[in-house]
């Protein structure tokens, strides 16, 4: 899959999801402190699954009505990178065939699909 990770997802998630096959693109390599429309719109541009752990997104999708091919918003009590993987690796494996053009919730327990 194709991915655009936030500044809030750590360069060892990205790097793993690299290894493991994935086309990712890091806002804290190519577009450090960039502003959220500025990150939507370059993942849609792209055609890029978004994944953060900022709330911010889900009011230019829902209030501003913004395109997206896509989100995964990380709502995780452990925040650490390795947490972070293992959640996401989880995701892929149960629900990866769901994720392009919508925006998805994740906890540690719990995976919210909401169609545009």
């Known amino acids: 899959m194709n991915f655009l990770t936030d500044e809030n997802i750590g360069l060892e998630v990205v790097n793993y999801l690299r290894e493991i096959g994935h086309d990712v693109i890091s806002a804290i390599e190519e577009s450090p402190s960039a502003d959220d429309t500025f990150l939507l719109k370059k993942a849609f541009r792209q055609k890029r699954i978004l994944i953060t752990s900022d ?3 889900g009011a230019l999708i829902y209030k501003e009505s913004l395109p997206h091919k ?5 709502r995780l009590v452990d925040e650490t990178n390795t947490s972070k993987i293992r959640v996401l690796l989880n995701l892929f494996r149960v629900y ?3 994720l392009q053009g919508n925006f998805t919730v994740v906890t540690e327990t719990l995976v919210r699909i909401r169609k545009p």
């Open 55 to 57: 709330k911010d997104f």
């Open 70 to 74: 896509g989100v995964i918003l990380l």
């Open 96 to 98: 990866g065939n769901k």
